[in-house]
């Protein structure tokens, strides 16, 4: 009877122990473990209204897409920028969909690298998911610049609406501001962690009712001068400006699309801050993903019947055009003020809410000892409640980030064209582990795919393939060395800078995160720190009669 009482609870939750609990995945040596193999360190302060709050904070959508309008408004004027933005929801539909199932099986602050680690099994897991960990960084520091950049030219923006005839742009005033900026968030992430849920609340509200109320604005005020309905569907040839055929300048411009919704695993990252991260992380990425494309598809369609000169636009790809655009829709400066102060209040939370992504990735990456220095980065301060080293590092390297747009006229698309490139390589390593190892290791969650899972993961890596392979293309065509699209000089180099990592200390080093323990049942899996993982009664699951 007890034999079969255990047999059944190992199949409900088949990590070691077979213990069912939101939040404890094992006992280690009498310590309740969670999913990543470790004590609880930060508190579990996001219920699902917090979680929510930050996946549509971080995702930001509505004003990602204008403030990246920049990145496509050369591939087809408005007609690409809607229609990009439906095949990018479309396409990371897909993504979102397998990542749910993941976070719903193993929620922990490592995401995407604890499950390559998971998928790709015991013989490889540990070099694979090291390489996903590192690449998935990356991404998110890219991430990181290219939000906080935005924000940084909007408060320029602020400035400059008011004093139009005497200030005269220059790529230093953003830098500044850009420091400011980062350096606020960090400071509030780290001493006022207990704060933060209140930030994304207060940035969901900005999401969500600014965006409503600046949609009307857009819309209602100066409707006399709005596009025509040709320039807003149907002028996408006359407005390719790309030198690229039609097809592939389309393609090209979906890249705006994905920055605007491409966020789907940042909240992974908080999955240790959850008192229920198995049955809330789906959810939220789902909000995250649903109402993230609503907003931006009526904002974008909005956003295209104001423009009245589109050629006022096109000044270069590190310029800040959704400016220009309020100005066209709203002719008031007390107008375009308020509605860039909308978008500076929602820009401001999401820059808090990823580098509290940020330094949760590189937090779970030390604890690991995957990174230089691990001892110290991997420590966190329980009375604050945060990985304090980590989150400076991770605003350091920001800074240096930050200061690209000062040598190059396309940096700005570089920053977004690498997050995407970059994470979705990152998504696309456990998806095709986990069909590759036969989808056998990761217990079914509250969300599991079940028999779509195969069909759904496939098409995943498919169009992650297929895009990550077009954003490598030449913005434009032809092209010059300052002009020049370095996605895959970037991704490149990024994977060099892992294996050298690798080669100097991980090889011999990084044992593997706990993970491999908790959920590789296989006599091969390495053994590392974690040890034995024990029943709640003290004895081990394969002696107990």
């Not at 990009?84 to 199932?101: H, K, P």
């Not at 808090?352 to 779970?364: F, K």
């Not at 895009?467 to 002009?483: H, K, N, Q, W």
Request: hydrophobic share 45%.
């Amino acid at each position: 009877m007890t034999e079969t009482k255990f047999m059944a609870d190992e199949k409900k939750n088949p990590e070691y122990g077979g213990i069912d609990n939101e939040t404890v995945a094992a006992i280690d040596q009498g310590v309740e473990v969670n999913a990543a193999g470790y004590r609880d360190q930060l508190r579990r302060q996001y219920g699902l209204l917090g979680i929510v709050g930050i996946a549509l904070t971080v995702d930001n959508a509505w004003a990602a897409l204008g403030s990246s309008i920049s990145v496509s408004i050369l591939n087809g004027g408005p007609p690409g920028l809607i229609f990009g933005l439906i095949v990018a929801v479309f396409w990371y539909s897909f993504i979102g969909l397998s990542l749910a199932e993941l976070a719903s099986s193993v929620p922990t602050a490592g995401g995407v690298y604890h499950w390559a680690t998971i998928a790709a099994g015991p013989n490889w897991g540990r070099t694979v998911g090291f390489f996903t960990g590192w690449i998935n960084f990356y991404g998110w520091m890219f991430d990181l610049a290219a939000l906080v950049q935005i924000t940084a030219n909007i408060l320029v923006q602020l400035y400059a609406t008011y004093h139009q005839d005497s200030y005269v742009p220059d790529s230093w005033h953003v830098y500044v501001t850009y420091v400011g900026v980062l350096w606020i968030s960090t400071i509030f992430v780290i001493f006022a962690n207990r704060l933060v849920p209140y930030t994304q609340n207060c940035g969901m509200f900005f999401v969500v009712i600014g965006g409503i109320v600046t949609i009307i604005v857009i819309s209602a005020m100066r409707p006399a001068n709005h596009a025509s309905n040709h320039f807003v569907w149907g002028s996408f040839e006359e407005n390719n400006l790309t030198g690229w055929q039609g097809g592939v300048a389309f393609l090209l411009g979906v890249l705006n699309g994905a920055f605007t919704i491409g966020t789907p695993d940042a909240i992974t990252h908080i999955a240790e801050e959850l008192p229920q991260p198995r049955k809330d992380l789906p959810k939220a990425i789902g909000f995250q993903l649903g109402l993230g494309f609503l907003y931006a598809f009526v904002f974008a369609i909005a956003l295209s019947y104001a423009i009245t000169d589109l050629s006022a636009l096109q000044g270069g790809i590190n310029t800040y055009p959704l400016a220009v655009i309020y100005q066209q829709a709203t002719g008031s400066p007390g107008a375009t003020f308020g509605l860039l102060f909308i978008l500076f209040l929602s820009s401001m939370c999401c820059c808090v809410g990823t580098v509290l992504t940020n330094s949760r990735t590189y937090w779970a990456l030390a604890r690991d000892n995957a990174v230089p220095f691990s001892g110290i980065f991997g420590q966190v301060n329980e009375g604050l409640s945060c990985p304090i080293y980590a989150t400076l590092f991770v605003s350091i390297i920001a800074t240096g980030l930050g200061a690209i747009p000062l040598g190059s006229s396309s940096a700005f698309l570089a920053l977004t064209g690498s997050f995407i490139v970059l994470t979705t390589v990152s998504y696309a390593i456990p998806f095709v582990a986990n069909l590759v190892t036969g989808r056998k290791y990761f217990p079914p969650g509250p969300f599991h795919l079940g028999k779509f899972g195969y069909v759904i993961n496939s098409i995943a890596i498919l169009l992650i393939t297929m895009f990550d392979i077009l954003f490598c293309f030449p913005y434009a065509i032809p092209t010059t060395v300052e002009s020049m699209n370095y996605n895959s000089v970037i991704l490149v180099g990024t994977v060099a800078l892992s294996a050298l990592w690798w080669i100097i200390h991980a090889s011999r080093h990084y044992p593997g995160p706990k993970v491999m323990q908790l959920y590789i049942h296989d006599d091969g899996a390495p053994i590392s720190s974690i040890g034995r993982i024990e029943k709640p009664n003290g004895k081990s699951p394969k002696t107990e009669k």
